[in-house]
């Protein structure tokens, strides 16, 4: 995996605002990626950032830590239904062209910072 696409999804995921959320291939499409490459780095290096706030397309997370997510959701205030134990992703999904934005600011300063080849 490379360094320079771990360390942007990670900051991206950091920008997500308490309350908010994104999927997984929003957050892919906006680094020019695929969803399955962002699951992987949330599953291997997202335990610092708040990745309850990063969920699949039905707004759910792998069944290991739906339990903890949940409950920082609640924590948070995040719309979910508890019962399905998924968010409620149109009353809390950021706006794409938001993320789209979010994403160029972090290329861009991980390129001014020379953590980025190419």
């Known amino acids: 995996m490379r360094e320079e696409l771990v360390e942007a999804v990670l900051r991206v995921v950091e920008a997500i605002p308490p309350g908010r959320a994104a999927t997984y291939g929003m957050i892919a499409a906006a680094l020019g990626t ?15 950032v708040p990745w309850w706030r990063v969920v699949n397309v039905h707004g759910t997370f792998p069944t290991t830590i739906r339990v903890r997510g949940v409950d920082e959701w609640e924590r948070e205030g995040i719309p979910h239904d508890r019962v399905r134990g998924r968010l409620v992703l149109s009353a809390c999904v950021v706006e794409r062209e938001w993320l789209d934005g979010v994403a160029r600011e972090v290329l861009a300063n991980l390129r001014n910072s020379g953590k980025m080849s190419g």
Do not use: C, H
């Open 34 to 48: 695929g969803p399955r490459v962002v699951g992987l780095i949330m599953r291997d290096w997202g335990g610092g």
